[in-house]
T-cell receptor, first 114, second 113 residues
Framework: GDSVTQMEGPVTLSEEAFLTINCTYTATGYPSLFWYVQYPGEGLQLLLKATKADDKGSNKGFEATYRKETTSFHLEKGSVQVSDSAVYFCALSGSGGATNKLIFGTGTLLAVQP | DTGVSQDPRHKITKRGQNVTFRCDPISEHNRLYWYRQTLGQGPEFLTY????????KSRLLSDRFSAERPKGSFSTLEIQRTEQGDSAMYLC???????????FGEGSWLTVV
């Protein structure tokens, strides 16, 4: 079945460092890809999305490009802030059926130190 | 526009008791989802409604779990005869159309002691 694999955390960075969180997927069709963020004690918030190959999603300085040839959707940010500390989830949907349900990776904890 | 709201936010119950969670989706969203998230894991799909019809259920949803969405508005998730393995955060989400962004609530934490 469809699945998402994320790099394990925690990822610990100093403020203003460059961030990459790797995400690869397995899907039988042409899924949409997402990054969700979960701050401590809160639910999930959509960070960015891409719906077809070569699309780039971007929001709040974060970017990810839908790479069909490598089945990847890596999350990047040029300069992280302490306020970016959270758990980041890569997810896919729409590969098959009409549910549009999301399939998530296990999440990557990002800790940014001042 | 209010977001997805869930109630209660936290519930501690004794093993064997029944619990019910309520979800109010974003107004006019006709698609509603329930997910379960355990510590250190990503959310796992439980079930999905389009309006009042429950169209898909995960194998994770044992016979002790039941979800309803009367009148296609709010939804309830009931867990009967709770077990310690049911301890998790139960997330509700909604969207308007197929392919639209799925918005999540803040979740309901369940601790079974």
């Amino acid at each position: 079945g469809d699945s998402v694999t994320q790099m394990e955390g925690p990822v610990t960075l100093s403020e203003e460092a460059f961030l990459t969180i790797n995400c690869t997927y397995t899907a039988t069709g042409y899924p949409s890809l997402f990054w969700y963020v979960q701050y401590p004690g809160e639910g999930l918030q959509l960070l960015l999305k891409a719906t077809k190959a070569d699309d780039k999603g971007s929001n709040k300085g974060f970017e990810a490009t839908y790479r069909k040839e490598t089945t990847s959707f890596h999350l990047e940010k040029g300069s992280v802030q302490v306020s970016d500390s959270a758990v980041y989830f890569c997810a896919l949907s729409g590969s098959g059926g009409a549910t549009n349900k999301l399939i998530f990776g296990t999440g990557t904890l990002l800790a940014v130190q001042p | 526009d209010t977001g997805v709201s869930q109630d209660p936010r936290h519930k501690i119950t004794k093993r064997g008791q029944n619990v019910t969670f309520r979800c109010d989706p974003i107004s006019e969203h006709n698609r509603l989802y329930w997910y379960r998230q355990t510590l250190g894991q990503g959310p796992e799909f439980l079930t999905y409604f389009q309006n009042e019809a429950q169209l898909e259920k995960s194998r994770l949803l044992s016979d002790r779990f039941s979800a309803e969405r009367p009148k296609g508005s709010f939804s309830t998730l009931e867990i009967q005869r709770t077990e310690q393995g049911d301890s998790a955060m139960y997330l509700c989400a909604s969207s308007f159309l197929l392919g639209d962004t799925i918005y999540f609530g803040e979740g309901s934490w369940l601790t079974v002691v």
